[in-house]
């Protein structure tokens, strides 16, 4: 493309990525982990981006995380060479991931049931060679997935990883999602001191039983940005925070000038019923989630809220209802539709940024100047 | 691909259409479309598929609805010519729609607003010597987009389409979506009464007004199911009725047994806290569409029903909560973790077709042997 396109010439609904703020994003984050003496391991679902994940050193330092086989095979194709794949592994998946390995990346993957570890042992060795690390997956409260770290199935499954061929058992890992919905910034960090404590423990119930644990991998972008201390953990893994989004600022992680990411849109009517700009981004461009509806009347953004081409924050407009290509923005008064042309361009800040995203194929990205395209970088979507 | 693929194959998640299923429903709305008396020019939005689209007769008897300028190059690629783009026309997307219109497609652009038809005006002449036909957007009650049939501003915008050069006023057209909040069926045929009278008295006025008004298109599935009579009207458009959904069995548009489209799933963990199955198909693959929300508790099917692999409903079993990878489907009493083993495959009836669709890039098409994949078909996705 010209590198002299302005957001004026790109065809909406498109992303928009902000990219002094994204640098400033991962810098926080980066220097955030070094203070909490740990390791980053970047979740990498959030902008499923090559051209991102090059801007995250410890994503080639130390390692990423991703949450499907072909961000799995993308990465690992660009280079990086350490990878979590942080999902309980479905057997069917294990033919690719065994070509991800073969091409030399680390490749973890998160067991928590003995059927799961079963069908990986069975199935691994006669796929390749290469040896998989296993990470045990620990339960620190979400109660979406993992073990607790006294379940006796701990120990079985550390066992059973070791006498099986090619795989090893590689540590413990934990999410505190729960963090999401935790009261304010004390809450998160009593969630961030329960993944801690909780992988720790895990840790210790499989050192004592004889077993190595190298990793002990904690995180969320909340906790990571509340936690008090990490002792004992090695490394934490944050995937929003690179891009933030409206829910990260209502808990706290990020401010709203923190979010880099946004959907480029064009207003296509004025619709004088409920006094509602009419934009064209609806429910697939900005993703049907609702982050923010369980939080405080005042901090709910509908399906996100609006800003200038430029960026500039419109203080009471949001995206109040989402159908599949139109987006309906109220009106606050003292607004009026004169103040938005039929025609011209708005930004929406995203409820949540992985789901938004997810809907698009690129990011145009601005740099100091914010309307003016420097890239066009990539993305991956499916699995 | 083979032909003889079985779906215990195919890698999760995935889409699945089942032939047999779409086939009835394509047939049912056309024998409804005849019924009626109407033309149907299909809302292609929902498959975004070519191979589905040769299915419907009237794509290419009569014409097509699309929502994306994606959508109209895709089909009329593939030889459909007659399209209406039903979204207000947003200036930027004019050069490609002109380059539709050059290969000899009969394009219909929709205008509500003086501005809109300023910036239509001002660019298509430029763009292309081919006409494209306006249709004037009537508001029936949504509230969404359009302009009452006795504003003012529809006979100033006749007037300003006649005289535009390159441009011809097609007709009216209005969407009753007020339908998908209705009160049971006697609520959607009020609402397909409106659709009907409003689009009538449109196109009286216009008439009135010495204007021609050659077409006068309603409809969604909810109302092409339920109106009582549709004269006056000379086409109807659905969508969604050629996959159905879980939303469209509780409003009575079709039965849960007619439901077309599912997300193939494997049973990824069981998680004993809360006793649920985690699936492999979370927001991402299902969207995180939630339209059974705003029903009876009864109706609330969370992110969709489950059915065994084969497409044989799961009384009880419903995707509570979606992650970006993880769904978690809570057991009633009754079943156990033993029913649904690790590595399993299920599959999930979406809430909202259109959305769970635009999550995925192909279709694995099952026929009379529902776990037999015999053809997979392609989708567009983006804008």
Redesign the interface.
Known sequence: MSSAQQLS??????LVLDRPRLARNVARMEARCRELGVAHRPHL?TSKSLEVSRLIPSARGHGATV???REAEYFAADGISDLLYA???????LP?LARVAETGARLHLAV??P??LR?LAEGWATLTEATASVLLEI?CGE???GLEPDDPLLLQLARSIEAATGLALGGVFTHG?QSYGAAGPAGVRAVAESERATAVAARDALRSAGHDCGIVSVGSTPTAMHAEHLRGVTELRAGVHVFGDVFQAALGSCALDDVALSVLT?V????R??RCL?V?AG???L????STAGLAAEHDCGYGLLTTREGRLLEGLRVA?A????G?VELPSGASFADF???SQLRVLPNHA??TA????CYHVVDDDPERVVAVWSRIN??
């Open positions: 010439d790109v065809e909406t609904p498109a679902k949450s499907t086989v999902v309980s592994i479905a057997p069917g998946k690719r928590d049931h059927d799961t069908l339960d109660h979406r997935s999602g064009t296509v009517g004025h619709q019923h409920g009419v064209d429910g697939l461009a993703s049907k989630d609702r209802h159908y599949q290509e139109h309906m042309p039929i025609g992985c789901m997810a809907a698009h194929d499916g699995w």
